[in-house]
């Protein structure tokens, strides 16, 4: 009963990998063609579960061959080594905060489209922002994975003008606005610190 049990639950994960796999490709390859085909209902398990992995992966290969980088950050702490326990530990702390993540972001991309006239609904939203972080499995890789975060914009912009049936450029501007907002902000924060110091030195 336990062999069966075993190969029962390893038939389950190949599947789950296997279908992973295919709508990886499809998303990546074919975005357009895929976000038309995409279901805007139907529960979030299935949109959860494929982000899920695609955080998880790249969580994990971050932990793992960014070694210096994690040390660094963990070194404040104490810990010297960063063994393959700690990147699992690390991998699945930041996956919680990623879907958590995945839900805000949906809710502010959904009262923007809104605002911009979109007809999409909140899954629909959720749907097309999980399918998007395809791009996390290579968004690793250094000096490059800013190249494959900009196309992860780009699958964002096409997966609302589908959703929510609005044009390329409105779809644009309601992915890059809180970018843009957020930049603002940093920039704000960054010009009040520096007139603090001088203030405080003059």
């Known amino acids: 009963m336990t062999n069966l049990f075993k190969y029962g639950s390893c038939i389950f994960l190949m599947g789950i990998i296997m279908d ?4 990886w490709k499809e998303v990546i390859q074919r975005p357009s063609d895929f976000y038309r085909r995409m279901p805007t209902t139907g529960g979030y398990n299935e949109p959860i579960t494929f982000a899920a992995l695609s955080y998880l992966i790249y969580w994990l290969l971050t932990a793992l061959f ?10 404040y702490g104490g810990i010297t080594e960063f ?6 530990i690390t ?3 930041a996956l919680i905060m990623s879907i958590i993540s995945i839900f805000i972001g949906a809710a502010i991309l ?9 007809s999409g609904t909140y899954e629909g939203t959720f749907r097309f922002i999980s399918y998007a972080t395809a791009v996390m499995v290579v968004s690793w890789i250094p000096f490059i994975g800013w190249i494959f975060g900009l196309y992860g914009i780009y699958l964002y912009i096409v997966g609302g ?22 930049i603002l902000l940093a920039v704000i924060a960054a010009m009040f610190v520096v007139s ?3 203030s405080a030195i003059v």
């Open 161 to 182: 003008m589908v959703v929510h049936d609005v044009s390329m450029v409105k779809s644009a501007i309601a992915v890059l606005l809180p970018i843009v907002v957020i």
């Open 83 to 88: 063994g393959f326990s700690t990147a699992i």
């Open 196 to 198: 603090s110091f001088f």
């Open 91 to 93: 991998a699945v702390v």
């Open 110 to 118: 959904y009262v923007i489209y809104k605002v911009l006239g979109g």
């Open 66 to 75: 960014n070694r210096g980088m994690m040390r660094g950050m963990y070194g």
């Open 20 to 23: 992973y796999i295919e709508t």
